[in-house]
């Protein structure tokens, strides 16, 4: 049940009511996507229309082994979200290494849960998400280009919203195949957007991670973007 809204609430309770309202329908819009995404797999499609894999299969490359050491050191003692992240394998493997504070896995695809055995949960990056935690840092690796077109400021958006302090994405870049890569973008472009929205290219610790990584595709798309200035109340958004 949404809470409601009093007459007699001061401006505060109000927001705070607004805020719940707002949560409320974001996991409700959440778990209809996911059963959405169930039917639509059910039907044979490699993936949901969010872009979330129907089943990994062998189809999913998994963790970079030796990009992790890397990522361990430059996350050290931070709290992480993943967008995106499979069946958890950079979460498993991260949090094996000791240095990481806290890691949180989110991923579109419909059986993640299923499959994760609870290691990661469900989320749809094509719908607003609200109601969840602000993070140190967000990433997704190699996430972005399975987004629609038409989904891609939403997608953003929330990866903005829960990053405190910075974001370690890959975005594929155009000529790169893969299944339902339907939004390839250059690195420019990917550099532009970022700093349009207040995250500016850490180039010492996008180095020390390409040359750590092993796929090909990290070696050239994966960047580190820090927060160039940081959010006092940035919970009130996320």
Known sequence: MLPVIGSMQSNSNITDVIRQQRNA???M????SKRIGVLQCERKRGTAA???YCSRGGK???ADKTLLPALSDLLQGKSIASFGDGTGEYKTKLLGLGKIKSYDSYDGGPFTEEESKGNVKYMD?????FGLPVYDWVVSIEVAEHIPKEYEKIFLDNIFRHANEGIILSWAVPGQGGLNHVNNKPIEYVIEVMNNHGFQRDD????LLQEASTFPHLKRNLYAYKRRELMKNLHMLA
């Open 25 to 27: 329908v974001s996991a």
């Open 29 to 32: 819009l959440n778990k209809l």
């Open 125 to 129: 990056l094509t719908i607003p998400q």
């Open 50 to 52: 969010a872009g979330g």
């Open 204 to 207: 010492t610790s996008s180095k």
């Open 60 to 62: 999913h490359l998994g």
